[in-house]
Nanobody, 126 residues
């Protein structure tokens, strides 16, 4: 069983930066694909980014590519999402997800992840 806890959300202005953290407890994440999703009010939960167990070549949604950077620190059992040049449309609850069975073809599907955090709110004002 993996317990995930996100932190780092907040209220910022357009163009600002935030760094989200997701720390896992109960199991090591070193062999697990980790991902970030987000959900705006009235919308579905959308894929943001994922990082495979190797930590190389994170995979991003087109809407955040070039602005967001995902990384992992297996020693700290933590993944990060550095969000730069934030836009009002980035406003959402951001969720951390984990699963050891994810492959490239399934990385975008929220239904493919077994473990989720409680979410952290990110609000970007214009």
């Amino acid at each position: 069983q993996v317990h995930l806890e996100e932190s780092g959300g907040g209220l910022v202005q357009a163009g600002d930066s935030l760094r989200l953290s997701c720390t896992a407890a109960g199991s090591t994440i070193s062999r697990t694909t980790m991902a970030w999703f987000r959900q705006a009010p009235g919308k579905e939960r959308d894929f943001v980014a994922a990082i495979f167990r190797t930590g190389y070549n994170p995979y991003y949604a087109n809407s955040v590519k070039g602005r967001f950077t995902m990384s992992r620190d297996n020693a700290k059992n933590t993944v990060y999402l550095q969000m730069d040049s934030l836009k009002p449309e980035d406003t959402a609850v951001y969720y951390c997800a984990a699963d050891s069975r994810i492959i490239l073809s399934s990385v975008r599907g929220a239904e493919n992840y077994d473990y989720w955090g409680q979410g952290t709110q990110v609000t970007v004002s214009s």
